[in-house]
């Protein structure tokens, strides 16, 4: 074990603060990893203030952060996959059973004995595990992913939530060139759905509720915008879309967007709304369509995201900080006020004592 720099909140009503934690040392199979930018998800906000008691609750001292972009300092004798000074990514798991049916057919993301990158329970150390607002981690190799050389580092830490989470059901559901797609909200989510169902050939049509995010929705992609609460600019767009993408975390009308599907459309969830959703059963049997929901991507799913990055010039829209204002960053991102990610230059650790 060593020791490593970290940020983490001793209680639900802490704030962040410096502290000092214990990693393992890399066994056979792990690599080490310099934690360069690391990305702060609106779920981190939740955890760390222990939102999801009854699901998943806080184990304190908890330290957040699953969008890690680093480079490799260490490998142990079994590592192929990376060398020392190779770019590395680490995303929200970082360990699965690797023998049950889903990981079999390479959906480690469905995996019931998944380990997430941090609160969860750390079978090396015996306690939990420690997320990315630090200035090292050690993971499998699996678990770790190339990062393409040509990319924003920072602009791609991200990728490995924000990312991942909007390119898979896109290429679930065979988004591309002849498909219309609408994405709802123009969050951390909404824009990486709009970049990427630009960059892979579809029609594609912003909704929101603020006008004044027009203009960026077509700057990052967008074909066209639609002002959701213009019940004429809706009506406009009724029955003509293949896929819809719903990045809304907020309460909303579900039914408003089912309505818009074309024959056989589907409206695939990636914001997790508070409250259950009404959804009218009449909406979708007029027209067989379907409302699904996604999560992350599997490993080579997470990887494939990367690559096409890569090649498309695809990164986040980003805000740096350093880690000594991530609790303003946690209070501006309870309004909004972000375009469209923050993300820790995580150099600004080494000032802390």
Known sequence: MYNAKAYSAASETS??????????DPTENDVQIEILFCGICHS????VRNEWSGVMPTVYPCVPGHEIVGRVTGIGAGVTKFKVGDLAAVGCMVDTDGTCSECKAGYE???????LTYNFPDKHTGGVTYGGYSDSVVVDQKFALKVPASLDLAGTAPLLCAGITTYSPMKHWGVGPGKKVGVVGLGGLGHMGVKFA???GAHVV???TSPNKVED????????VVISK????MAKHAGSFDFILDAVSADHDINAYIGLLARDGNICLVGAPEKP?????FALLFGRKSLSGSPIGSLAETQEMLDFCGEHNITADVEVIPIQQVNVAYDRLLKQDVKYRFVIDMASLKNEA
């Open 217 to 224: 929705a077509l700057r990052l992609g967008a074909d066209e």
């Open 109 to 115: 993301q469905f995996c019931h004995n998944m380990t």
């Open 230 to 233: 213009n019940a004429d600019e």
């Open 44 to 47: 981190d906000l939740h955890q």
């Open 206 to 208: 912003l909704f929101t």
């Open 198 to 200: 630009h960059a892979l």
């Open 277 to 281: 959703l009404a959804v009218s059963a």
């Open 15 to 24: 704030p962040l603060a410096s502290t000092t934690i214990a990693r393992r």
